[in-house]
């Protein structure tokens, strides 16, 4: 079901009575549809319900509203910027499919614009070889250097390189693209652990982040990729792909509530532009249908 239709459904909820058992269990169901989690879409409602009685609040709006106020203590979001005069390294982490590799190149031209003079991609999934020629084929497009070694290598030292290169230069941005094959969980949560000590090492301190990848139209397995990544190496935000007609995108609310993590980009479309600062508040918004 595309976003909007979503969206359409939930404002055609609001407009009947909200005064009866039946509208709350409704707007349960709706939320779950919605890719929120039935844990917390459960909680959400039962929190509305309380407040539009304790409160008196009644009608479309009011209650639309007081469902947003509820929905955005879940749902964080964070501007993530690198330190100038310091070396940064950015761990980008996610499964195969969610569009990493090209979020990588888009964060990489994203920041490259906004200034940032030494930007270096590190294609440390050496596991899958089109990852490295994609990563390569991004930094000539791009005009940013890649770190890259032969397929089959030890993805820390294609990070060591990539953080040695931007300390030679005196500050920068590593981003590090990494490999997401979540069905051998044991063997990339110990991976990740490894690049994740060399990350930690080689960047100055307080310069490292660890960020997480996510396909908004998976619904709730982007939930358990995001707590078995966090499990691993401890998350400091997501970016959310593939963001558009096809997304519902009650995702970032589950994760938010359930693993307190925030948003940092949202990105909607193919091209290296898109892709943007998330904002809160105008994701609420176009989940409601406001």
């Given at each position: 079901?595309?976003?909007i239709s979503f969206a359409?459904k939930?404002?055609?909820?609001f407009?009947?009575s909200?005064d009866?058992?039946?509208f709350?269990?409704?707007?349960?169901d709706s939320?779950?549809?919605?890719?929120?989690?039935a844990k917390?879409?459960?909680?959400i409602?039962e929190?509305?319900e309380?407040v539009c009685?304790k409160?008196?609040?009644?009608?479309?709006?009011?209650?639309r509203l007081?469902?947003?106020?509820?929905l955005l203590?879940?749902?964080?979001e964070?501007e993530?910027?690198?330190?100038s005069?310091?070396t940064?390294?950015w761990?980008?982490l996610?499964v195969?499919?969610v569009?990493k590799?090209?979020?990588?190149?888009?964060?990489?031209?994203?920041?490259k614009?906004?200034g940032?003079?030494?930007v270096?991609?590190?294609?440390a999934?050496?596991f899958?070889a089109?990852a490295?020629?994609?990563?390569n084929l991004h930094?000539?497009?791009?005009?940013?250097r890649?770190?890259?070694h032969?397929?089959?290598?030890d993805p820390?030292s294609?990070?060591f390189?990539?953080?040695?290169a931007?300390?030679?230069?005196?500050d920068?941005?590593v981003l590090?693209d990494?490999?997401?094959?979540?069905?051998?969980?044991e063997?990339l949560v110990?991976e990740?652990?490894?690049?994740?000590?060399?990350c930690?090492?080689?960047a100055?301190?307080?310069?490292?982040?660890?960020?997480?990848?996510?396909d908004?139209?998976t619904?709730?397995?982007?939930?358990?990729?995001?707590?078995?990544?966090?499990e691993a190496?401890?998350l400091?935000?997501l970016?959310?792909?593939?963001?558009d007609?096809?997304a519902k995108g009650?995702?970032?609310?589950?994760i938010?509530?359930e693993?307190?993590l925030?948003?940092?980009?949202?990105?909607d479309?193919?091209k290296?532009e898109?892709i943007a600062?998330?904002n809160?508040?105008?994701?609420i918004d176009?989940f409601?249908g406001l």
């Amino acid at each position: 079901m595309a976003r909007i239709s979503f969206a359409e459904k939930l404002k055609n909820l609001f407009k009947g009575s909200q005064d009866d058992d039946v509208f709350f269990e409704d707007l349960t169901d709706s939320l779950i549809e919605g890719d929120v989690g039935a844990k917390t879409a459960f909680e959400i409602t039962e929190r509305l319900e309380t407040v539009c009685a304790k409160n008196h609040v009644s009608g479309e709006r009011e209650t639309r509203l007081e469902l947003k106020r509820i929905l955005l203590e879940y749902v964080k979001e964070t501007e993530l910027l690198p330190q100038s005069g310091r070396t940064n390294v950015w761990m980008i982490l996610g499964v195969n499919g969610v569009g990493k590799t090209t979020s990588v190149a888009k964060m990489g031209r994203y920041f490259k614009n906004k200034g940032v003079s030494n930007v270096v991609l590190a294609s440390a999934d050496t596991f899958r070889a089109a990852a490295i020629e994609q990563l390569n084929l991004h930094g000539e497009r791009l005009g940013l250097r890649v770190v890259s070694h032969q397929h089959g290598s030890d993805p820390s030292s294609v990070v060591f390189d990539a953080a040695q290169a931007v300390r030679a230069k005196g500050d920068g941005l590593v981003l590090a693209d990494t490999a997401g094959r979540l069905h051998n969980k044991e063997n990339l949560v110990r991976e990740l652990q490894k690049i994740d000590r060399i990350c930690r090492e080689k960047a100055d301190e307080g310069c490292y982040k660890k960020i997480l990848v996510i396909d908004a139209t998976t619904g709730q397995n982007a939930l358990r990729q995001a707590e078995v990544f966090n499990e691993a190496v401890g998350l400091d935000a997501l970016v959310l792909t593939k963001y558009d007609s096809t997304a519902k995108g009650g995702v970032a609310i589950s994760i938010g509530k359930e693993l307190n993590l925030p948003v940092a980009f949202v990105c909607d479309g193919e091209k290296y532009e898109n892709i943007a600062l998330f904002n809160a508040e105008r994701y609420i918004d176009s989940f409601l249908g406001l």
